[in-house]
């Protein structure tokens, strides 16, 4: 009974210390007060339950706390939408800012693919349109492609190719950035999701001095001994294969020591390559064949012409001939020679810091297939120590018929040019000493970009990332009428506006009493007589 006496009078304390609180006018914090006073009430009164706990000990829930960790670590990427003038800045898979932008106007189209960010500027002036202020600039291309602010920011496409920011958040997001963050610009809007496949890259300690990609293909054997190369200008390496790994070795400690990731590509075999490959099996083989650069020269025309003369009468040459033509049959055939198996269809670069690291040739199934667009990027694993989550954007890209032909891909019309990430995955086969390099040396915030095009002449041989160009499946003509889709509404609205105008003073004038007159009045008098 006593306690029930208690509890009813702590009530009665309560019920006046809120109607003292709304008196006094506090009721935007009452809510803070009643939750603090209920429990020093409870406290006090003996009434609190065995399962209650302190703010401070509640559980967070293991979503929640993924998806902080992730956002922590993640790095920032950044994703425009054309079709809804809209920018989203994204940690991971976490949205952290919003804002809408203005896109490039019709004859000055933005863009859409995959960039990185460049060059920043807090000030910086066009070199382009007479000077014009582009302050707090983040460049994509070295070709004049930026996010900038603007004074002018309107709801549809009108700058020449830059994507305009507003004023104030231009700044927000120029401090939320680092050179390299990754910027994807898209006909339609999109989030990073997290994926989970073998084949993307984890961080492995090995040995890779006998598994170096991009070096003479005659070192075939570990080399023993190789130690930090000093003074390489006054001792020149007596053994030049030992000389090059170990520059490489010393090249890849001090990437593993740089807070810059890695920038890795895969796409189809070009021609380029094709010859380049072929230059490296010849080299293999024992025809001269210079420098694998990827040009055909007379080097090259003289290997290959020694190779074919070398194969005259075989079953090789009935099947292929003698001809000395530069194409996939050939390269097919010296690939047998050399016992090397597949004939590459990929290929896979790495980049670091801007700079060119080193390529390898890979394998890509299905290559009739369209691999579509796809950027995956890497963060610290919420659940592994040690191991990355990924998480992947994909892009739609659609090939007109001369492309398809040149690339060898069939596409459907109707087709979207959206692949999902786990099917193109699912087809590429990457080597295992190349692998081994790229998992030594990977990091939080690095990236894998696949595209069917290569990347874009915008890919400078210094200086950029790997910038990706797509075509997406909605026309750009239907997003650049957006600005003139606006004007018509605005037009309509005003002559709406004019018409209810003019309505109204109709309607007031028929409403309003005449005034009567002396000529009225005898009018009247006529009219009844």
Excluded at 18 to 27: C, D, F, N, P, W
């Amino acid at each position: 009974m006593r306690d029930i006496l208690i509890s009813i009078g702590l009530m009665y304390k309560f019920l006046f210390f809120v109607l003292g609180i709304r008196r006094l006018g506090h009721m935007k914090s009452t809510t803070g007060y009643v939750g603090l006073t209920i429990s020093i009430l409870l406290s006090s009164s003996g009434l609190t339950t065995a399962n209650e706990t302190t703010l401070e000990q509640a559980p967070v829930a293991s979503k929640s706390a993924a998806a902080i960790k992730m956002s922590e670590n993640a790095p920032v990427q950044i994703i425009i939408s054309r079709k809804d003038q809209s920018l989203r800045v994204f940690r991971g898979n976490q949205e952290i800012a919003k804002s809408k932008v203005s896109t490039g106007k019709r004859g000055h189209t933005t863009p859409t693919g995959i960039f990185s960010i460049l060059e920043k500027r807090k000030r910086h002036f066009s070199n382009i349109y007479n000077s014009a202020p582009m302050p707090y600039m983040q460049r994509l291309t070295w070709s004049g492609i930026a996010l900038h602010e603007s004074n002018s920011v309107p709801s549809y496409p009108a700058s020449h190719g830059c994507v305009r920011l507003p004023r104030g958040f231009a700044k927000k997001l120029f401090s939320l950035t680092e050179r390299g963050a990754h910027v994807i610009i898209a006909n339609r809007d999109a989030t990073p999701q997290q994926i989970q496949h073998q084949m993307l890259f984890q961080p492995q300690e090995v040995d890779v001095s006998d598994k170096l990609s991009g070096l003479d293909p005659s070192l075939m054997n570990p080399v023993q001994g190789l130690g930090k190369i000093t003074l390489l200008s006054d001792r020149p390496a007596q053994d030049d294969v030992a000389h090059l790994v170990a520059k490489r070795m010393n090249q890849f400690n001090e990437i593993k020591k740089s807070k810059k990731p890695l920038r890795i590509f895969i796409t189809r075999q070009a021609r380029g390559n094709l010859v380049r490959e072929i230059q490296v099996t010849l080299n293999t083989l024992g025809f001269d064949a210079g420098t694998p650069d990827g040009r055909v020269g007379k080097a090259t025309n003289a290997a290959v012409r020694a190779f074919l003369a070398s194969k005259q009468g075989s079953i090789e040459a009935r099947m292929y001939g003698t001809t000395p033509r530069i194409n996939q049959a050939l390269l097919d055939q010296l690939y047998q020679a050399a016992g090397k198996g597949k004939v590459p269809t990929g290929h896979l670069f790495v980049r670091h810091n801007f700079k060119p690291l080193f390529d390898a040739p890979i394998q890509i199934s299905n290559p009739d297939t369209p691999l579509g667009a796809h950027l995956f990027t890497a963060s610290a694993s919420d659940v592994n120590e040690g191991q990355l989550d990924w998480l992947a954007v994909n892009l739609g890209d659609k090939f007109s018929q001369d492309l398809q032909s040149r690339l060898g891909v069939k596409q459907a019309k109707e087709d979207t040019g959206i692949v999902a990430s786990t099917d193109v995955l699912n087809r590429i086969t990457i080597p295992d000493n190349v692998r081994a390099q790229i998992n030594h040396l990977i990091k939080i915030g690095a990236s894998l970009t696949i595209s069917d095009r290569g990347f874009s002449r915008e890919t400078t041989d210094v200086g950029t990332d790997f910038i990706v160009l797509t075509k997406p499946s909605i026309p750009t003509r239907a997003v650049a009428k957006t600005k003139n889709t606006v004007k018509r509404k605005a037009v309509a609205a005003r002559n709406s506006a004019t018409e209810r105008k003019v309505a109204a003073q109709k309607a007031k004038k028929s409403a309003k009493p005449k005034t009567q007159t002396i000529f009225s009045f005898f009018k009247k008098k006529k009219s009844s007589s």
